[in-house]
């Protein structure tokens, strides 16, 4: 009998894993927080009190890390991306939905990450299932979407006139080539074999073979459909909070309701393979 006990948050997405330590992790419970995040697309931990070092070992036992191109990476651990608001600072990183790294020829896995210094208050995250957007399509778009393909690009936060860089987050290094990749509007996960939406807001700049004025009736769709409240859940973060979330099948969105309060928080990516 497991000891693990995962906790379902809501009717459209995640699950909090309860009696599991991520620093001393054995194979058995490993198994039992794999088909977790396989199952629910995006699982919580609490009470976790895990050293930087322990948080890189725990994501290379899923895959290799990703190391982030363009926000600022923790100056000893450069595996560790600094998700970080200061408090005079009045834009977050990831206040808008968006999926991680779906600009990269092979989209990234999935990200963990670690409340390090939090708000009083504020600084929650939403999450929002990809598979339950696709389920709640009608049969007519499934058929339509099923062949297509969206191009994606970090040009539209991360480029010279990107979100970020009209802002106090302007620090954001900015690339010469950000090129567009192409990945299809409609996944087969490969580990649980449902479909999933594969757009965001961040990253999806147009249809493949469509030009952008073309495509943005159909992708703002698309958009508000997947931040339909009932596929979403709110998790709200404490000390010793861990989020870990499959990019494949989750969207997420930092709110930004913590003005004049820092809020710093260690990512890291973990590495996937190319979806079609």
């Known amino acids: ?57 725990f994501a290379r036992r899923w895959g290799d890390i990703v190391i982030n191109r363009y926000f600022p990476a923790d100056q000893t651990y450069p595996e560790i991306a600094e998700v970080r608001k200061e408090k005079a600072q009045t834009v977050n990183i990831g206040g808008g939905w968006h999926t991680d790294h779906s600009y990269d020829p092979d989209p990234a896995m999935g990200s963990i990450l670690v ?20 389920d709640a399509l009608s049969p007519g778009l499934k058929k339509t979407l099923e ?20 802002g106090d987050q302007s620090k954001m290094k900015v690339e010469n080539e950000m090129k567009e990749v192409s990945h299809p509007v409609i ?26 004025q073309e495509s943005a009736p159909l992708l703002n769709y698309l958009i508000q459909h997947g931040s339909s409240p009932e596929f979403a859940c709110r998790f709200q973060w ?39």
């Not at 995006?42 to 890189?56: A, C, G, K, L, Y």
């Not at 062949?147 to 009209?166: D, E, I, L, T, V």
């Open 238 to 276: 404490a000390e010793g909070s861990i989020a870990f979330w499959d990019n494949r099948a989750t969207w997420h969105y930092a709110i930004n309701d913590y003005h004049g309060q820092q809020r710093l928080m260690h990512r890291i990516t973990v590495k996937g393979v190319p979806l079609g």
């Open 187 to 212: 996944v087969t996960h490969p580990e649980s074999g449902r479909k999933a939406l594969y757009v965001n807001l961040a990253f999806t700049t147009r249809f493949e073979g469509w030009t952008v």
């Open 1 to 57: 009998m497991s000891h693990i006990e995962v906790r379902k948050m809501t009717g459209g997405c995640g699950a909090e894993v309860l009696g599991v330590n991520l620093a001393n992790l054995s194979n058995s419970d490993m198994e039992a927080v794999r088909q977790a995040y396989v199952d629910h697309g995006v699982i919580f931990f609490r009470d976790q009190s895990i050293t930087p070092e322990e948080h890189i070992a």
């Open 115 to 134: 409340a390090r210094q939090l708000p009083e208050t504020g600084g929650d995250t939403m999450f929002a299932s990809m598979y339950a957007a696709y």
């Open 147 to 166: 062949g297509m393909r969206a191009m994606h690009s970090a040009m539209k936060a991360f480029g010279a006139s990107g979100y970020y860089q009209g």
